[in-house]
């Protein structure tokens, strides 16, 4: 896959990317590729927030608890099946195409902004 369409940057001020902290993770048998249920701490301003990630190759659910990640808050909510997914986790794949989640270096405060 080639380079997108090229953005101004009004535009990717528009992507509300956030950093959160995986606080319940749950199996989700009836999504169709294997995934997770996550529950997302993001802060005080923005709360616990939902989604389905498709990162059971290379994490299981203990790996996953606590972890920081990165994710867009402010799409609109998809149904997943019988989920509603509330954001979008983020992740880049690997050579076999598992998806490896982004997260910062450090630890940083919930709700930070992606910058």
């Given at each position: 896959?080639?380079?997108?369409?090229?953005?101004?940057?009004?535009?990717?001020?528009?992507?509300?990317?956030?950093?959160?902290?995986?606080?319940?993770?749950?199996?989700?048998?009836?999504?169709?590729?294997?995934?997770?249920?996550?529950?997302?701490?993001?802060?005080?301003?923005?709360?616990?927030?939902?989604?389905?990630?498709?990162?059971?190759?290379?994490?299981?659910?203990?790996?996953?608890?606590?972890?920081?990640?990165?994710?867009?808050?402010?799409?609109?909510?998809?149904?997943?099946?019988?989920?509603?997914?509330?954001?979008?986790?983020l992740g880049v794949s690997d050579s076999d195409g598992a998806i490896m989640l982004v997260r910062p270096d450090d630890e940083v405060e919930e709700g930070a902004r992606l910058h």
């Amino acid at each position: 896959m080639g380079a997108a369409a090229m953005i101004n940057f009004d535009d990717f001020l528009k992507v509300d990317i956030r950093v959160g902290r995986i606080i319940d993770v749950q199996p989700f048998p009836e999504a169709r590729k294997p995934a997770w249920k996550l529950q997302i701490d993001f802060g005080s301003e923005i709360g616990v927030k939902k989604s389905s990630a498709q990162i059971t190759d290379l994490y299981d659910a203990d790996a996953l608890m606590g972890r920081q990640i990165l994710a867009v808050v402010n799409f609109p909510p998809r149904q997943i099946g019988p989920f509603m997914s509330e954001v979008l986790t983020l992740g880049v794949s690997d050579s076999d195409g598992a998806i490896m989640l982004v997260r910062p270096d450090d630890e940083v405060e919930e709700g930070a902004r992606l910058h």
